[in-house]
């Protein structure tokens, strides 16, 4: 079974452009989440999504920020127009159900944001 | 405020040497999880502890939950170079992981 996947990897742009995260969240799984490790500081939580519906988006920091997954599969993360304390890891997770026993979030190896 | 933080914040032993990880959070928990992040890669999940549990073991890895200090430590034993990594604790106060700043550590063979 494939994991969950995202792509770039690595992403260098310049203040004020724009970029698009991806997140492909392992089949069959409702739940999808973007974390966000800055630089030396924990990892927060951005946002999760039930399947095309935001559940909770109280992580996103400001309105640069847009999140979506169309159709309930991948998830998009756009960064527009993107400063330079926006550099830092980006995380999907995906997990299977809203039951008590789907603990478990399973992540993506992340994409590293620089902006410079 | 962060609801997980472990300490140290980083950690240097020799290959073989065991390791201990602590962590502290602030709120009441129904388990609290360990990953474990490799340099360029993605978290891995490694052990859950649930908060009728005290003590919880696999493999080469050991943890330990004290939830009236609302604390847990993570062991690792006869510790190997490939456990070189940053080690995080978290929790799920609502519906989403809460992560401390991790323990970064460092195996040397």
């Known amino acids: ?110 994409t590293r944001l620089t902006v410079t | 405020s962060q609801q997980g933080e472990e300490d140290p914040q980083a950690l240097s032993i020799q290959e073989g040497e065991n390791a201990t990880m602590n962590c502290s959070y602030k709120t009441s928990i129904n388990n609290l999880q360990w990953y474990r992040q490799n340099s360029g890669r993605g978290l891995v999940h490694l052990i859950l502890i649930r908060s009728n549990e005290r003590e919880k073991h696999s493999g080469r890895l050991r943890v330990t939950l004290d939830t009236s200090k609302k604390s847990s430590s993570l062991l690792i034993t006869a510790s190997r170079a490939a456990d070189t990594a940053s080690y995080f604790c978290a929790t799920k106060p609502t519906s989403t992981l809460t992560f401390g700043k991790g323990t970064m550590l460092l195996v040397s063979p």
Request: charged share 20%; aromatic share 12%.
């Open chain 1, 1 to 110: 079974e494939a994991g969950v996947t995202q792509f770039p990897s690595h992403s260098v742009i310049e203040k004020g452009q724009t970029v698009t995260l991806r997140c492909d969240p392992i089949s069959g799984h409702d739940n999808l989440y973007w974390y966000r490790r800055v630089m030396g500081k924990e990892i927060k939580f951005l946002l999760h999504f039930v399947k095309e519906s935001k559940q909770d988006e109280s992580g996103m920091p400001n309105n640069r920020f847009l999140a979506e997954r169309t159709g309930g599969t991948y998830s998009t993360l756009k960064v527009q127009p993107a400063e330079l304390e926006d550099s830092g890891v980006y995380f999907c997770a995906s997990s299977h159900g809203l039951t008590s026993s789907s603990y478990e979030q399973y992540f993506g190896p992340g």
